[in-house]
């Protein structure tokens, strides 16, 4: 893989200037992608699904062929995916839709992102349901016991991050939603920093429900996928209005089937453009070679950011158990005076903070004041992270042994 030529389709790399280091936050975007949007909007500007237009037909065609390629992304079937604006709103729509009833059990994680917490704490508290979280043993993420536990009394749902956005580690997955279906148990999936690193199958998995973000994969902010299986239960709609009923009564409507009856509204149709895009690209640069570089950088950024005493690197070592996000604290600084500093001294963005995984911090990682993180994608070089690592000692430099 030649990844100067890669480098060259992001004018953000290509220009030079900034060291890109919040992958996690969101990844960058190749040129080929903004081009498909604005080859949407200059070209095939209709409303899709409304109109028989041989214009209209067509943009629909382009629309529901990004839908198909967004599908065999995730091994599922086009008819099994819902455009959203993100995980977020996909997480939304599960914890909000399903027919719930009181005292039915939830399953989640205290690795999880805020996305995949506050939609089921505002469920559980508006329909009588029991939040329970599992405290994954970062030590060893292959510890089946308290998923276990959590199942035994065969909870209703169990939602799971793939990839923590923090540690950057990959929890046991498959092995969880295996043990939940065994138990008759839903399960979720929030595979948002999953998607830009390995490939993800549905139906190998055996998910109910699986979101993901096309921005944390080269595509566009303001849209993303819900997959909701065919077999499992189809929740209501969040959103409702135009374009997702077969009927309108004065008292009542029908909801069309999935994923039409989940698209309520104008669609972001450029955005859908690009997302199809991004998944091109993706499959161009090849999952084999996003893993390989992915691991080399990892392997080096935690190779060298543990030979600094003052610095703590949060979670597991080795770079089997870790995708490219590293969360860390230099002494005993602030974690934004941290990031700023890289930022003056290097311009290397970084993000500083809670992550948007205030509980994982807390209660998980014991710390109060967040971290300061750095996350890769696979277009990062060695010889950014050995800039990294001269700015690193700058720091250090500075504190001196204060
Ligand atoms: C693991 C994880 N889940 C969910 C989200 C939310 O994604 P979005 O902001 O695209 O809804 C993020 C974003 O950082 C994330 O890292």
Same mark, same amino acid.
């Given at each position: 893989?030649?990844?100067?030529?890669?480098?060259?389709?992001?004018?953000?790399?290509?220009?030079?200037?900034? +060291?890109?280091?919040?992958?996690?936050?969101?990844?960058?975007?190749?040129?080929?992608?903004?081009?498909?949007?604005?080859?949407?909007?200059?070209?095939?500007?209709?409303?899709?699904?409304?109109?028989?237009?041989?214009?209209?037909?067509?943009?629909?065609?382009?629309?529901?062929?990004?839908?198909?390629?967004?599908?065999?992304?995730?091994?599922?079937?086009?008819?099994?995916?819902?455009?959203?604006?993100?995980?977020?709103?996909?997480?939304?729509?599960?914890?909000?839709?399903?027919?719930?009833?009181?005292?039915?059990?939830?399953?989640?994680?205290?690795?999880?992102?805020?996305?995949?917490?506050?939609?089921?704490?505002?469920?559980?508290?508006?329909?009588?349901?029991?939040?329970?979280?599992?405290?994954?043993?970062?030590?060893?993420?292959?510890?089946?016991?308290?998923?276990?536990?959590?199942?035994?009394?065969?909870?209703?749902?169990?939602?799971?991050?793939?990839?923590?956005?923090?540690?950057?580690?990959?929890?046991?997955?498959?092995?969880?939603?295996?043990?939940?279906?065994?138990?008759?148990?839903?399960?979720?999936?929030?595979?948002?920093?999953?998607?830009?690193?390995?490939?993800?199958?549905?139906?190998?998995?055996?998910?109910?429900?699986?979101?993901?973000?096309?921005?944390?994969?080269?595509?566009?902010?303001? +849209?993303?996928?819900?997959?909701?299986?065919?077999? *499992?239960?189809?929740?209501?709609?969040?959103?409702?209005?135009?374009?997702?009923?077969?009927?309108?009564?004065?008292?009542?409507?029908?909801?069309?089937?999935?994923?039409?009856?989940?698209?309520?509204?104008?669609?972001?149709?450029? *955005?859908?453009?690009?997302?199809?895009?991004?998944?091109?690209?993706?499959?161009?640069?090849?999952?084999?070679?996003?893993?390989?570089?992915?691991?080399?950088?990892?392997?080096?950024?935690?190779?060298?950011?543990?030979?600094?005493?003052?610095?703590?690197?949060?979670? *597991?070592?080795?770079?089997?158990?870790?995708?490219?996000?590293?969360?860390?604290?230099?002494?005993?600084?602030?974690?934004?005076?941290?990031?700023?500093?890289?930022?003056?001294?290097?311009?290397?963005?970084?993000?500083?903070?809670?992550?948007?995984? +205030?509980?994982?911090?807390?209660?998980?990682?014991?710390?109060?004041?967040?971290?300061?993180?750095?996350?890769?994608?696979?277009?990062?070089?060695?010889?950014?992270?050995?800039?990294?690592?001269?700015?690193?000692?700058?720091?250090?430099?500075?504190?001196?042994?204060?």
């Amino acid at each position: 893989m030649d990844i100067e030529s890669i480098r060259h389709q992001f004018p953000i790399l290509a220009e030079g200037g900034i +060291i890109y280091f919040d992958n996690a936050a969101t990844s960058l975007m190749p040129r080929q992608v903004a081009e498909a949007m604005m080859e949407s909007d200059l070209y095939y500007r209709a409303n899709v699904g409304r109109g028989l237009s041989r214009h209209t037909k067509r943009t629909t065609g382009v629309f529901e062929e990004g839908r198909e390629k967004v599908a065999d992304f995730l091994g599922a079937e086009p008819r099994e995916i819902v455009f959203v604006r993100n995980t977020t709103e996909a997480i939304n729509i599960i914890a909000c839709g399903l027919p719930w009833k009181k005292g039915d059990r939830v399953v989640t994680t205290l690795a999880e992102h805020h996305s995949n917490l506050l939609p089921w704490q505002v469920t559980a508290k508006r329909n009588g349901l029991k939040l329970e979280y599992v405290i994954p043993d970062l030590n060893d993420l292959g510890d089946l016991e308290p998923y276990n536990k959590a199942l035994e009394s065969k909870p209703r749902l169990v939602s799971m991050v793939y990839v923590s956005n923090v540690l950057g580690v990959r929890l046991p997955v498959a092995e969880v939603v295996r043990m939940a279906k065994e138990r008759g148990t839903l399960t979720m999936v929030d595979a948002a920093q999953a998607a830009p690193h390995f490939p993800i199958n549905v139906k190998e998995l055996g998910v109910d429900y699986l979101a993901i973000s096309a921005h944390k994969m080269y595509g566009p902010t303001g +849209i993303g996928a819900l997959y909701i299986s065919k077999d *499992a239960p189809q929740p209501q709609p969040l959103l409702v209005g135009g374009g997702m009923v077969t009927d309108v009564m004065l008292d009542g409507f029908r909801v069309a089937e999935t994923p039409t009856g989940f698209e309520a509204g104008t669609q972001p149709i450029a *955005a859908v453009a690009g997302f199809a895009r991004a998944v091109d690209f993706i499959g161009e640069v090849g999952f084999d070679n996003i893993e390989k570089r992915c691991k080399h950088l990892t392997g080096e950024f935690d190779h060298k950011i543990r030979s600094y005493d003052r610095l703590r690197v949060f979670g *597991a070592e080795g770079t089997d158990k870790r995708l490219g996000i590293f969360a860390f604290h230099i002494a005993d600084l602030g974690v934004h005076r941290v990031a700023s500093l890289y930022d003056q001294f290097g311009n290397i963005v970084l993000r500083s903070g809670h992550h948007c995984a +205030i509980p994982l911090h807390q209660e998980v990682l014991g710390v109060e004041r967040g971290t300061v993180r750095a996350s890769m994608a696979f277009y990062n070089t060695v010889e950014e992270i050995d800039k990294f690592m001269e700015v690193t000692e700058r720091i250090l430099e500075l504190v001196g042994d204060a």
